[in-house]
């Protein structure tokens, strides 16, 4: 069997090139083929919250690249490559303390039932199913936590305290306003080749999608 994979991370390559190494290997037990590879930047909700024209921007990159995965899949274009060796060191070193993390991160995770309304969207929303309701009705956190914020994100009264990564300023609550930022007037790149500074990651990133779509479609 021919596999393609798509996965999403706060960051831009290549820190996150071999993190689907684990995924991969598993895969191969069972016999199948690595075809394509394909990572979409989403706005951070941990650290903090990007500016609603770079998020304009982030949908209208992951649009481009999602015209780019249907392409390449569609018509048996491969794009994958071995992962370099020190992605794949990167990879090794942070996935485990952060496996680790997330699980005592859990026991540190809690609700101020004061606040929640009881909506349900952090159990309904957690991919893990870590987040359960106990006899008593309040709601209570297994330690099969992966730290991917959802609950926290989408929590509508910001009852979820989320541990350590809340106590060292971490947090972000609140999903971002996709309706208002659809909105905005995009005329010109956040991200250019003269872009210093922390973003300066995202430009290497943007080009190749920019190219390679200009490449297949045109445009
Ligand atoms: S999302 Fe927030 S308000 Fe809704 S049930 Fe969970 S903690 Fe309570
Ligand atoms: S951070 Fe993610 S995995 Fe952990 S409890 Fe919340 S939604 Fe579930």
Not at 75 to 82: D, F, L, Q, V
Not at 151 to 178: M, Q, R, T
Not at 187 to 198: E, L, N, V
Request: net charge positive.
């Amino acid at each position: 069997m021919k596999v393609f994979i798509y996965k999403n991370s706060g960051e831009t390559e290549h820190a996150n090139d071999a993190s689907s190494k684990y995924v991969l290997r598993k895969l191969r037990r069972d016999g199948v083929i690595m075809k394509n590879e394909y990572h979409f930047i989403m706005p951070y909700n941990i650290h903090f919250r990007f500016d609603n024209y770079l998020v304009k921007e982030m949908l209208l990159m992951d649009s481009m690249l999602m015209d780019i995965l249907v392409y390449e899949v569609k018509n048996g274009i491969a794009n994958w490559k071995p992962y370099k060796l020190w992605p794949r060191l990167v990879s090794a070193v942070v996935s485990r303390p952060q496996y680790i993390g997330g699980n005592v991160n859990s026991f540190l995770y809690k609700v101020d039932m004061d606040k929640c309304i009881d909506c349900g969207l952090c159990i309904k929303r957690c991919p893990t199913k870590n987040i359960y309701h106990d006899e008593q009705g309040v709601i209570r956190f297994h330690h099969n936590c992966l730290m991917c914020m959802r609950c926290s994100f989408y929590c509508p009264k910001d009852a979820i305290h989320i541990g350590f990564l809340e106590d060292w300023g971490w947090k972000v609550n609140g999903g971002y306003d996709f309706k208002k930022i659809e909105k905005i007037n995009y005329d010109k790149p956040f991200i250019t080749p003269q872009t210093t500074g922390f973003f300066k990651c995202y430009v290497e990133t943007y080009d190749k999608i920019r190219s390679r779509h200009k490449e297949i479609f045109g445009e």
